[in-house]
């Protein structure tokens, strides 16, 4: 027998719910949960001593299972005179304080302020069907009525999916009138849906207040275990928090169900004390048997950047090296603090858990490269006009060497520079102090690596060549020329004015007749050159890529077009040569 409507429309519908209840006789329905499973909630805002008004109560135990616990002066209405007659008659004689009467929620005839307490457990969710105007002015009429029967202090406790125009209605009603609104998401009532899409079931706690001129909005939300509620300053952070609850539900619905195997899926997790994203999640299945099922990989902080956990290709191969069927691969992000790896497994085990398929029943094992999570500490937080955000982190790795890294926050997952930390000393009045310092013989990368076996044989051939470097970035490139080749000149263009400051202060990014840096645009600084006839033995193009729909990091394709290679012909001396690093 089905008992919900096919359209969502019949939920306002009296006949429909005459029908619903006809079927239903004596049973009981309860939206969104039983008492036992809101109680940890409801007990918070409800008194022995209230007054208590449950609207469209259909025939809900709730008023009863209130009154078994000492909330005896309940009045439960709905528009179904047939549901009411059956309350009365099922609770009538043995509860003889509570009372039923058939009533319109649009229209009740209680006096001003009779009520504490009016609870609605699905009302407005049946109600609310759409954001047509129509329906709006309805939901006006049924919250005028509740605001007036409900006396000052007293709390409106609406239970709902918070649906999107539900949400914006609450939203928008509440806190023009200046009520103080509280969210609180109901986890147990959720755990009832073990077959269904478990949408997040949340109690919004609206507490009638007297307009005060100067009065501020109050906001806030409720974390599971969290004593303090979080204070919201806008509308968008309600909305965020209620639309990530609801998206990864439905999610973790469906992973459930099925494999994802053309693509990994991302997920965040937020700190529910600091409201800032804790996790990034990536959830990668292979469509081959595998002996694990399941598992969980965190990665270290600072190594979230290699390939291997970095891009989708990096993530599969690290399923298939680990044997797993599902993998979730484990972000630990900046600006968060992990004390060890234990509290990151305590943090995870819940909330990943659910990302297993229904097929799993085993331990799931949690993995990582060793036994802690990684070092990571940010000595600068900046932002330029030009490149955005950025941060200056030093990072461990797994054998020990300290790593500085320069990152552009609008590519998190691409290191722009990177240069070796070693132990240095330095005399301090008097006395030798250990310092980390910047090894310039370190190349961070293979290209790095071809391009100065290149510049080795030039070297050889001439005397004080002359090198371009575009693309000064953190200058670890231009340093290492700078200390390798003594009898070359380098001249290195940098776009990017507070960059060249990051470059000498974090980088040690020496300047003198020997390196120089030109502010320029790459593009235009190589025009002019060739308008000169300017003539350099080496060219480096050593540029990041600023649009990830191209495929590569570096470099931005205006420099791979036939005017601009044309040009570089021109300023490359006879016996010189062109290096482009094309990183895909």
């Known amino acids: 027998m089905n008992l919900l409507p096919k359209d969502h429309k019949e939920f306002s519908s009296k006949e429909y719910w005459n029908e619903f209840f006809s079927k239903q006789k004596f049973q009981h329905f309860e939206w969104y949960g039983e008492y036992d499973s809101l109680n940890e909630i409801l007990d918070k805002y409800i008194y022995t001593k209230d007054k208590v008004l449950i609207t469209g109560c259909g025939n809900s135990k709730l008023s009863a299972d209130l009154y078994d616990v000492g909330i ?69 009429k049924m919250f005028s009525e509740i605001e007036r029967v409900l006396r000052y202090g007293g709390r409106y406790l609406c239970v709902s999916l918070l649906q999107q125009h539900v949400l914006n209605k609450l939203l928008d009603w509440f806190l023009e009138r200046e009520w103080l609104l509280r969210f609180h998401r109901c986890i147990k009532a959720e755990a009832k849906h073990e077959n269904s899409v478990a949408f997040p079931v949340f109690i919004v706690v609206a507490t009638k207040m007297k307009k005060m001129l100067g009065s501020s909005m109050v906001l806030e939300i409720v974390h599971d275990g969290v004593p303090t509620p979080k204070r919201c300053l806008a509308k968008t952070d309600i909305v965020e928090y209620v639309n990530s609850l609801q998206q990864y539900a439905f999610l973790k619905h469906y992973l459930g169900k099925k494999k994802v195997t053309e693509d990994d899926i991302c997920l965040e997790l937020c700190s529910p004390d600091t409201g800032m994203v804790k996790y990034k999640m990536f959830v990668v299945d292979r469509e081959e048997t595998a002996s694990l099922k399941f598992a969980i990989f965190v990665v270290p902080q600072g190594r979230e950047t290699e390939w291997l956990f970095s891009s989708p290709q990096g993530r599969r191969e690290l399923a298939a090296s680990a044997n797993c069927e599902r993998l979730v691969v484990v972000h630990l992000l900046r600006n968060n603090v992990y004390t060890d790896l234990d509290e990151v497994k305590k943090d995870l085990s819940e909330s990943v858990l659910e990302l297993a398929p229904t097929s799993c029943k085993a331990q799931v094992p949690i993995l990582s490269l060793g036994n802690d999570v990684g070092k990571r500490d940010i000595k600068c937080c900046g932002k330029s006009d030009i490149s955005g955000e950025y941060i200056i982190e030093d990072v461990g790795s797994g054998n020990g060497d300290m790593y500085r890294r320069l990152i552009f926050l609008c590519n998190p997952y691409s290191v722009q520079s990177e240069a070796k930390l070693i132990l240095g000393q330095k005399k301090k009045k008097k006395k030798t102090v250990s310092k980390l310092e910047i090894d310039f013989d370190y190349l961070a990368h293979d290209y790095n690596v071809a391009i100065i076996s290149g510049l080795a044989l030039i070297e050889s051939e001439m005397l004080n060549p002359k090198i371009l470097d575009i693309g000064l970035g953190g200058g670890t490139l231009a340093m290492y020329l700078y200390k390798h080749f003594p009898d070359a000149t380098i001249e290195a263009v940098e776009l990017d004015p507070a960059i060249l400051e990051v470059s000498k202060k974090w980088f040690s990014l020496t300047t003198d007749m020997r390196l120089r840096v030109h502010i320029a645009d790459g593009l235009t600084f190589i025009q002019e050159a060739a308008k000169k006839g300017s003539q350099y033995d080496a060219i480096i193009l050593d540029v990041d890529n600023k649009d990830p729909t191209l495929g590569i990091s570096g470099p931005p394709i205006e420099f791979l077009e036939l005017s601009l290679l044309n040009n570089l012909k021109k300023i490359v001396s006879d016996k010189g040569d062109f290096y482009v690093a094309v990183i895909i």
């Open 72 to 140: 005896c002066k309940s009045v439960s209405i709905d528009i179904n005179a047939p549901v009411i007659n059956q309350m009365k008659e099922k609770y009538g004689k043995d509860r003889p304080k509570m009372v039923f009467e058939q009533m319109d929620v649009f229209k009740m005839t209680y006096d001003p302020e009779t009520f504490a307490v009016v609870i609605d457990k699905g009302t407005l969710d049946a109600l609310l069907v759409d954001d047509s105007k129509e329906t709006s002015d309805k939901i006006d």
